[in-house]
């Protein structure tokens, strides 16, 4: 019996399931996800860090129940908690990604503004940082302050600074790590009249007595400094700052706030925090070259989220 040829398409097809059953014929393996990085003011790239599998743990299981609580309703309060979960996990593009589209339909959101402007910060992005805070500030009601939920809770967990104070302290802080120190003065002052507990005083006083001395303004920094009682003001979390604050007043040798106990919760972050602070100091005596070399130790340590490592990297930059 005479068979008719078989078509060159049938042979295609042939030759496709027999490479696809070599291949194992099983799901395409996922590719793996990308650590992100943040680049630092002088070009280095920093990757997400390791954590201890019980910190990663919980920084997964809270950004899960973020993420399942806005696909329910993805409203202005869980667009904002997405964007702060994924930032805690060092997902900042991210983050920056789920500020935006909240704001596309939460337009005149200060929080929002807020939060999104926040990791502007984190990753050099000072110009957008800048340009959130200055909105924030001029749709924000300046009475009453909204107390802001921790995300990170304190060892009392009890929220300490409000949206106000938020919104000028960063604001003063994105004109600070330009070199605008005028500007950050002003946003500085007006943090004050919203700081109204001792840890949120010896936040904003800190970074005004430096922004003041940075303006050749001794009288006013010293006034700044008179705010600050070496006794008697109950801190709950800015330890570091009222340490700075105390080396400032003479009262703690500079050099003693560079050795942070290993005992301390957040070793990374206070030896960022103190270590800049030291470092501004021997700055503002006119001893750059020692200045110099604490910065290049702060930028040398492992927290480049930390405001202190931040700024440490702008001064390194006026340096060249």
Not at 26 to 35: L, M, V, Y
Not at 47 to 68: C, G, H, I, T
Not at 106 to 127: C, E, I, K, V, W
Request: with cysteine.
């Amino acid at each position: 019996m005479n068979r008719k040829p078989l078509p060159p398409q049938f042979f295609l097809l042939l030759l496709s399931l027999i490479l696809l059953a070599g291949c194992g014929g099983g799901k395409a393996p996922e590719s793996q996800p990308r650590a992100e990085v943040v680049k630092g003011l002088d070009g280095r790239l920093f990757p997400v860090p390791a954590l201890p599998e019980k910190s990663q743990a919980r920084l997964d299981s809270n950004l899960q129940v973020a993420k399942e609580n806005f696909e329910a309703n993805p409203s202005e309060e869980n667009y904002i908690w997405l964007g702060r979960r994924q930032a805690y996990a060092y997902h900042y593009a991210a983050a920056i990604e789920t500020f935006t589209e909240g704001l596309s339909r939460f337009s005149d959101s200060y929080r929002l503004l807020r939060h999104r402007g926040h990791r502007y910060l984190t990753t050099r992005n000072f110009a957008n940082a800048t340009a959130d805070f200055e909105k924030a500030a001029a749709l924000m009601p300046q009475e009453p302050l909204e107390i802001e939920p921790d995300g990170i809770p304190n060892m009392l967990n009890i929220p300490l600074s409000s949206t106000q104070f938020n919104v000028w302290y960063h604001l003063g802080l994105a004109y600070y790590l330009q070199g605008d120190f005028e500007k950050a003065a002003k946003a500085y002052e007006q943090c004050m009249l919203v700081s109204d507990n001792d840890d949120l005083i010896c936040a904003t006083a800190d970074w005004l007595y430096m922004t003041y001395q940075k303006l050749g303004k001794k009288a006013e920094a010293q006034q700044v400094l008179d705010l600050i009682s070496p006794e008697g003001m109950e801190i709950i979390e800015n330890e570091s700052y009222y340490l700075r604050l105390q080396m400032y007043q003479g009262l703690i040798p500079a050099e003693q706030l560079l050795e942070v106990s290993a005992g301390t919760s957040d070793v990374d972050l206070a030896l960022a925090t103190q270590g800049y602070g030291v470092g501004n100091w021997y700055l503002a005596k006119g001893d750059s070259a020692r200045a110099k070399e604490i910065f290049q130790q702060v930028v040398g340590g492992k927290n480049f989220s930390a405001f202190g490592f931040i700024a440490a990297e702008a001064e390194l930059e006026r340096m060249r």
